[in-house]
């Protein structure tokens, strides 16, 4: 997995060319160049900068063939959440079909539950809504939990397995239901890394 913004920017517009080759890369380059310097100061757990990750995402995203407001959404998808950025923004630089799907998916992370019991019905309810709108949206947030998964190992113990729960429980049924076989896989094989290592 790449550790630094050019490696995974590298391996992001060869997986694009596989499948896209009159991609519009110079909107993919505007795309990081915006989210790291949105994201500019911030460190993931594990001490890359932050904008591997959402590289990561859209890597992730790529490997689905999805369209270029897809892969755009998965590289602006912490934008809104995490700093200073406004969606009139995205909207204005990118447009307001990557704004919407950003809107989407930082509307899904904010979603926050009293019990358990609520967190399962109530996250796929409302996941079955956004679904309804705007499927690319539940893709980009599969495509989101996916990378959080692979790069779990830095989190402390209690955090990685509530993690995996919530995982195994929400992101790989509906990862199942969608038809996309190695993302419930692969999620599957990490959850139970994180929950029963033997």
Known sequence: MPTTTSEALKMLEEKLLQYYPDVNMALVRHAVEFADKKHTGQLRSSGEPYIVH??????????????LDSIITGILH???????????????????????LVDGVTKISRITFRTSEEKQAENFRKMVVAMAKDLRVILVK?????????????????KRRIIAQETLDIYAPLANRLGIHWVKAELEDLCLRHLKPE
Do not use: C, Q, W, Y
């Open 142 to 158: 599969l495509a989101d939990r996916t990378h959080n998964m692979r790069t779990l190992d830095h989190l402390p113990e209690r």
């Open 78 to 100: 912490d934008t809104v959440e995490d700093t200073n950025t406004s969606l009139k923004e995205i909207e204005e630089k990118f447009g307001p079909s990557v704004a919407e």
């Open 54 to 67: 959402p590289i990561g995402v859209s890597i992730i995203l790529a490997e689905l063939h999805l369209d």
